[in-house]
Structure formats: structure tokens, C-alpha cells
DNA sequence: ATGCGATTTAAACGACCGTTTGAATTGCTA
DNA sequence: TAGCAATTCAAACGGTCGTTTAAATCGCAT
């Protein structure tokens, strides 16, 4: 193990804390603790306890919507307009998502519990920060979409795709808890619920 | 105004208070003050904070089950293995979610976001209770939307049904916080919701 | 090696937490 | 109306919370 600083220390325990515990039981003195920590480092590095759990959300979101909107973009290379597939499409959002779940070694299989965990919280700095990152990133998604189905109006994609952020939002943090994953190996499982919530979302989309 | 119980005053402040203001900032002071009561009296009628927190979601999931289930025996009138319209079926179990909201008087508008607060929370005490109420009930719909759509694989309607429960709720957990919220009056949005929850499901199940 | 800014530390602050206690009060029955 | 059980109440309990303070320590350029 690399020797971390105290800063990402923190920031990673904060991290699991929230995934394995909830926002409700998360405390500066546990976070501390795990992270082998004095509690005033805490607010030395991060000011306070609001704005340690943005930054846990922000390191991650940057991450993960730099990777959907690269991978939406390579879709269709160079040309804008060009129109693509809609599986393509929903691969591109729901994928990377899945991919951060996997990707054990850097947490952020854990982050995606705290992701859902925060859509849940009616935190008004915790929902500003997610709508500010996600405006955008719907925007453009749904345009995509809309030169794959041109049929659909456009609101309606605004509505199905919402409802598909929450099937996949919910997901994830369900990750894990289902009846349906204790029969099952946990990399299987995990495969499983991509291929199962794409064509979910593509069915959703293709009436 | 009637005049309420104790009991009662007790239930409905601890449910305004976790949809508004979610499970983390809970506490039995602000509780009591709300509802107008001693501290103690708390403890004196649910024994503690916990088993208050879990009589407010049963008294209500009771409600909302009882209702899902007589309006699911209600389509096929008699004859349990009459296969029925799919959109009915989901009608049925996606509805009564939404009356409940409407229903302003009863406070079922607040207790939807309590319960999408719930589902988030990894509290072991809520995930039992909503695994035990929840799979009865997910058995029984995806019978019937098994006897509805034939060609799909059973296994593959509880995964998407598993989705939809996970749409359904975080749209309800989202509601009247989204963008599209604000542009129309809030019973209408409630409405045109109900409409698209419902087709969005249909077309996630007849791909 | 020395000085200085960056970092870490122990200790304490006041505030709020869930729960308990025992006395006061209420409402109903005999 | 007397008495008893149910209910409400003020007060206090031990604990945990987020934050602050000031001293101790570290890392590094001079």
C-alpha cells in the first residue's frame, strides 16, 4: 500500500464511512479514527463537516461525468449530428457508472452507495451540487437520444431518461442488498445488473 | 381541526419532520416540540426512537399495500389466472403510490418522501421491514405481468420490475424538487408524473 | 543548524442527543 | 367523591456531536 496523505485519508474514510453507515451515523470522530487521524485535522484540511462530504462527492462526480460525456462523444467522432445507436447511447451513461462500482481498488464501488445515499438526503448544498453537475450532462444525453429516436417528443425523453437515472440510482445503492444477489457470485451478479438495466433502458425508450 | 392523540400528533410530526428534513436531523426534541408534547411521552407511548420511526412507515405501507393488492384482484374479478392489460397491472401497483401522495389531508404526500428517505437509509431495522412488506407483493404483480406478457422470461420481469420500484421511488423521493417541477402547477405535475411513470413502465416491459 | 510555515496534536467548549426517573396531573370507575 | 390507573411533566443522566484553541511537531529552504 502507497502511503497516502492525511487529506486523501480522510477523504477516503469519509467515503466508506457514509457507504457502509449513512450520512445519519457519519461523525468527524469515526472519520478520524478510521482515518488514523487527530479530529482538528479535519478542519484544518476541509473547514468543516460539509464541506469534507462535497469534496467526498465532487472527486468522484468530476470522474465519472468526464468519462460518460468522453465516451458519448466518441460515439459519434467528430461529427455532432450524427445520429447513433440508442443501446450505444444508454451504454455510454449507465456503463461508466458500473465500471466505478468495479473499480475496487479506488473506492469507487463504495462511492456509488454514497451517491445514492445523497440523492436521498434533502440536503440543500448536497442537492445544489448534484443538480448543478447533472443539468448539463442531461442536456446532452437527451439531445443524443433524440437524434436516435426521433420520433419520441422531446419531453418525453426528459421524463423516461429521469426515470432511468432513478432505476439506475437506485440500483446501485441497492447493489449487493437484493434477494437476487445472494444466488449468485458477486462479479456475475455485478455483470448481470449492466446488461439488464441497458436493455431495461432501452425497452423504456423504444415503445 | 380534530383534536388528535398524543400518539397520533406524535406520528405525524416524526413523519412531516424525516420528509422535510430526512432521518439525519431527527431527533426526539424537536419531535415532541412539533407535536406539541412532553419529551418523555415519547418513550412513554413507542418505547423509544426507533420503534416510533417504524410505526410511522408501517402505519402507512399497511395502507398502501392493502390498496395495491385490492386493486390487482380487482382487474382479473374472480378468476385469479385471467391473464390482464399490462398497463393495468401497473396502474395498480403504481397509483396507489400517487393517491397517497395527493392525498394532502392524510399527509401521504409526506410520507412518500419518508419512504424514499427509508430506502436510502441502510438502517438494518427499515431494510427488514421494507424486504418483508415488499416481496410478497413484488411476487404477486409479477405473476400477473407474467400471465400478461408470456414471451418474457420470468426472470427478466423482476429484474425490470425491480427497476421500475426504483424509478417509482426515486421520482417520488423527487417530487416537486425537480426542474420541470417549476413550470407547471403542482397538480398537474402530479398528474402528467402518474401518466409518464405509468407509460414509461409499460415500454420498459414490451421491448 | 536554524528559522519558519505547514501540519498534527491533546484538550476543552458548549450544544444537542436518547433515555430514565419520580412526582404531578388527568380521566375514569366504583 | 374517593381511589386508582393512565398519562403528562420537569429535571437530570451520561454520551456524542462539531468546532475551536494553543501548544507541539514536522518538513524544508536558507
Wanted: proline content about 2%.
Amino acid at each position: 500500500m502507497t502511503t497516502l496523505s492525511t487529506k486523501e485519508r480522510i477523504l477516503n474514510s469519509t467515503e466508506r464511512l457514509i457507504a457502509e453507515h449513512g450520512f445519519a451515523e457519519l461523525s468527524i470522530r469515526k472519520i478520524s479514527l478510521k482515518a488514523h487521524t487527530n479530529l482538528a485535522a479535519i478542519n484544518y484540511h476541509f473547514g468543516n463537516k460539509e464541506q469534507l462530504i462535497n469534496q467526498v462527492l465532487e472527486r468522484r462526480l468530476n470522474n465519472l461525468f468526464e468519462v460518460r460525456m468522453k465516451m458519448l462523444h466518441d460515439l459519434n467522432q467528430g461529427d455532432e449530428k450524427l445520429a447513433c445507436n440508442l443501446e450505444q447511447i444508454l451504454h455510454a451513461f449507465i456503463a461508466p457508472a458500473l465500471y466505478m462500482i468495479n473499480d475496487e481498488h479506488q473506492g469507487g464501488k463504495v462511492f456509488m452507495k454514497v451517491l445514492a445515499r445523497a440523492y436521498a438526503e434533502q440536503s440543500d448544498s448536497l442537492h445544489e451540487l448534484l443538480a448543478k453537475r447533472y443539468t448539463p450532462i442531461i442536456k446532452e444525453f437527451a439531445e443524443a437520444i433524440h437524434l436516435a429516436c426521433p420520433e419520441l417528443p422531446r419531453a418525453t425523453i426528459f421524463w423516461r431518461f429521469h426515470f432511468i437515472i432513478g432505476a439506475l440510482t437506485y440500483a446501485m445503492g441497492d447493489f449487493g442488498a437484493s434477494s437476487m444477489a445472494k444466488q449468485m457470485p458477486e462479479a456475475e451478479y455485478f455483470n448481470k445488473s449492466v446488461e439488464e438495466l441497458i436493455q431495461f433502458a432501452v425497452a423504456s425508450l423504444t415503445s
